[in-house]
């Protein structure tokens, strides 16, 4: 069986830093791109970061030269370091392992950003 827990977190003000962290079990994180996503509230899911197979990172405009994503590996980790943090980062945030067709997803860490 598949999980994802995320941890990490938390209520900061504006200008913090929050690091994120997603332990995978039942997955070989190697064979996935694993991912962050958020969820604010009254919006759709949308990408953060992503690690993809060979090791392309992607990484949402809105938060590129802020926020840095990260994998180990050999823990089955992979962890999303947030700088700078804006209101706007304020979300539930998401990891998640996809290799088509099969799509995992942790249950979600709850980001608060105040100004």
């Known amino acids: 069986q598949v999980q994802l827990v995320e941890s990490g977190g938390g209520s900061v003000q504006t200008g913090g830093s929050l690091r994120l962290s997603c332990a995978g079990s039942g997955i070989d994180f190697l064979l996935y791109d694993m991912g962050w996503y958020r969820q604010a509230p009254g919006k759709q899911r949308e990408l953060v970061a992503r690690v993809e197979s060979g090791d392309s990172i992607n990484y949402a405009d809105s938060v590129k030269g802020r926020f840095i994503i990260s994998t180990d590996n050999a823990k089955n980790t992979v962890h999303l370091q947030m700088n700078s943090l804006r209101p706007e980062d304020t979300a539930v945030y998401f990891c998640?392992?996809?290799?088509?067709?099969?799509?995992?997803w942790g249950q979600g860490t709850q980001v608060t950003v105040s100004s």
């Open positions: 998640n392992a996809r290799r088509s067709p099969l799509d995992f």
